[in-house]
């Protein structure tokens, strides 16, 4: 098999893990904000709050925008669609996709610092989050500017590969003419730190759960601290898999350490890997972690699985 048709095989399976992970993932993330929504004054507490901003980009900004910058770009079924775009589509595609990066980090650190206070203060931190909430939308949603702008003026293009996926490079005609800020450096480095703070506040989290459990009897009350530590590691282990894959993809590209053909197979990853924390794993956890979401889902959704403990 030559290493066109490896590409183009590779990309059907990325896609199709994809699509298997993220349909029923988004079905259900859907039905789960509109439960919470539904039932506003029993659900009205700075954490579903928080999973509601998240939920917004996560479908909204993410997954519906991603149909466009990472999923049918790469199958090579509309090239002329993405042909015929204008100079700044290509810049558009990227930033989109860049942008939603940040977002994912800055939510992750959020979570993590939400959970943090719930341990710390757990009589104390509803009437914190109050002033920290608007705080951590700013931040999730106006942040990434700071580090994605520069696509804005990147001299961009769009290319087709031998195996028909279109692929957006950069234009080398274009480049002297425009001094740049490399976007990959940024990238590296802002993966570095991310993954420096999420590791720091996960490891936070743990020790003090670890120091409040230790004052408390083995019950019911516990067993749910447990399941939230078990919720908040699933969504920080999903955004290290991203992190590291980014950092793996600009390192490679910076460096050139393996051939160009592995840039493509590695970059054939990111939508399975995006849908996993973008999706699937607040969807299912969160599933998991309340079942009193669950319950109430389930009185319109009886097929939905159910689970005993209320811990939310």
Same mark, same amino acid.
């Given at each position: 098999?030559?290493?066109?048709?490896?590409?183009?095989?590779? @990309?059907?399976?990325?896609?199709?893990?994809?699509?298997? @992970? $993220?349909?029923?993932?988004?079905?259900?993330?859907?039905?789960?904000?509109?439960?919470?929504?539904?039932?506003?004054?029993?659900?009205?507490?700075?954490?579903?709050?928080?999973?509601?901003?998240?939920?917004?980009?996560?479908?909204?900004?993410?997954?519906?925008?991603?149909?466009?910058?990472?999923?049918? @770009?790469?199958?090579?079924?509309?090239?002329?669609?993405?042909?015929?775009?204008?100079?700044?589509?290509?810049?558009?595609?990227?930033?989109?996709?860049?942008?939603?990066? &940040?977002?994912?980090?800055?939510?992750?650190?959020?979570?993590?610092? &939400?959970?943090?206070?719930?341990?710390?203060?757990?009589?104390?931190?509803?009437?914190?989050?109050?002033?920290?909430?608007?705080?951590?939308?700013?931040?999730?949603?106006?942040?990434?500017?700071?580090?994605?702008?520069?696509?804005?003026?990147?001299?961009?293009?769009?290319?087709?590969?031998?195996?028909?996926?279109?692929?957006?490079?950069?234009?080398? !005609?274009?480049?002297?003419?425009?001094?740049?800020?490399? *976007?990959?450096?940024?990238?590296?480095?802002?993966?570095?730190?991310?993954?420096?703070?999420?590791?720091?506040? *996960? %490891?936070?989290?743990?020790?003090?759960?670890?120091?409040?459990? $230790?004052?408390?009897?083995?019950?019911?009350?516990?067993? !749910? $601290?447990?399941?939230?530590?078990?919720?908040?590691?699933?969504?920080?282990?999903?955004?290290?898999?991203?992190?590291?894959?980014?950092?793996?993809?600009?390192?490679?590209?910076?460096?050139?350490?393996?051939?160009?053909?592995?840039?493509?197979?590695?970059?054939?990853?990111?939508?399975?890997?995006?849908? %996993?924390?973008?999706?699937?794993?607040?969807?299912?956890? %969160?599933?998991?972690?309340?079942?009193?979401?669950?319950?109430?889902?389930?009185? !319109?959704?009886?097929?939905?699985?159910?689970?005993?403990?209320?811990?939310?």
């Amino acid at each position: 098999m030559s290493s066109t048709s490896k590409s183009a095989v590779d @990309i059907y399976i990325g896609q199709t893990i994809g699509a298997i @992970i $993220s349909v029923p993932s988004v079905l259900l993330y859907l039905i789960e904000c509109w439960t919470i929504v539904r039932n506003w004054k029993q659900f009205n507490s700075s954490f579903y709050k928080l999973f509601l901003l998240s939920a917004f980009n996560n479908i909204f900004m993410n997954f519906i925008p991603s149909i466009i910058f990472a999923r049918l @770009i790469r199958l090579g079924w509309i090239n002329n669609f993405y042909l015929g775009l204008p100079n700044w589509g290509p810049n558009l595609l990227i930033f989109l996709m860049f942008y939603n990066y &940040h977002c994912e980090n800055f939510i992750t650190i959020s979570t993590l610092l &939400h959970r943090l206070s719930v341990i710390a203060k757990p009589f104390d931190y509803e009437k914190s989050w109050r002033l920290y909430l608007p705080l951590c939308g700013i931040l999730i949603f106006f942040g990434p500017l700071l580090f994605t702008y520069r696509f804005g003026y990147w001299p961009l293009i769009f290319d087709v590969n031998k195996d028909d996926s279109v692929e957006i490079v950069m234009n080398i !005609k274009s480049i002297e003419e425009r001094p740049l800020i490399t *976007n990959y450096m940024v990238m590296l480095m802002t993966s570095i730190g991310y993954l420096f703070v999420n590791i720091l506040l *996960n %490891l936070a989290v743990y020790l003090i759960y670890r120091k409040k459990q $230790s004052n408390l009897p083995t019950n019911t009350a516990n067993d !749910k $601290s447990s399941r939230l530590l078990v919720y908040t590691i699933a969504i920080f282990f999903a955004q290290l898999l991203l992190c590291l894959f980014w950092l793996f993809l600009t390192i490679q590209v910076l460096g050139n350490i393996f051939t160009a053909n592995f840039n493509l197979i590695l970059s054939n990853q990111y939508i399975w890997l995006s849908d %996993l924390r973008t999706v699937a794993f607040p969807a299912w956890f %969160l599933l998991w972690a309340s079942t009193e979401l669950n319950d109430k889902i389930r009185q !319109k959704f009886p097929w939905i699985p159910t689970f005993n403990e209320d811990i939310i």
